[in-house]
């Protein structure tokens, strides 16, 4: 699954519908607040693992144009891919 700059919480959502092995993709801004993970009670939970959290842009991404909804100061909508980060997360039950 992958989450590019997401606007909703969907971990819940998501989890559950991975079998073992599977994996999230989350892509987003650190200003995002739907990328911050859950802690670690919760995740467990859900079944998931961290396997990277906040890192540079995984480079599977980086052909991708990533759009924010309101335009910055200078007028543009494309979100420059240094600003994000990724992190992974795999289910394990």
Do not use: C, H, M, W
Not at 2 to 22: H, R, T, V
Not at 57 to 77: H, I, M
């Amino acid at each position: 699954i992958i989450a590019s700059n997401p606007q909703a919480y969907f971990l819940e959502y998501a989890a559950p519908i991975l079998k073992p092995g599977g994996r999230i993709y989350i892509n987003a801004t650190k200003r995002n607040p739907f990328r911050k993970l859950p802690n670690a009670e919760i995740l467990e939970q859900l079944g998931l693992k961290v396997v990277q959290e906040n890192t540079p842009l995984d480079s599977r991404f980086v052909n991708q144009k990533f759009s924010r909804e309101t335009p910055r100061n200078d007028g543009t909508l494309e979100i420059p891919l240094s600003s994000l980060k990724t992190t992974i997360l795999e289910k394990v039950k």
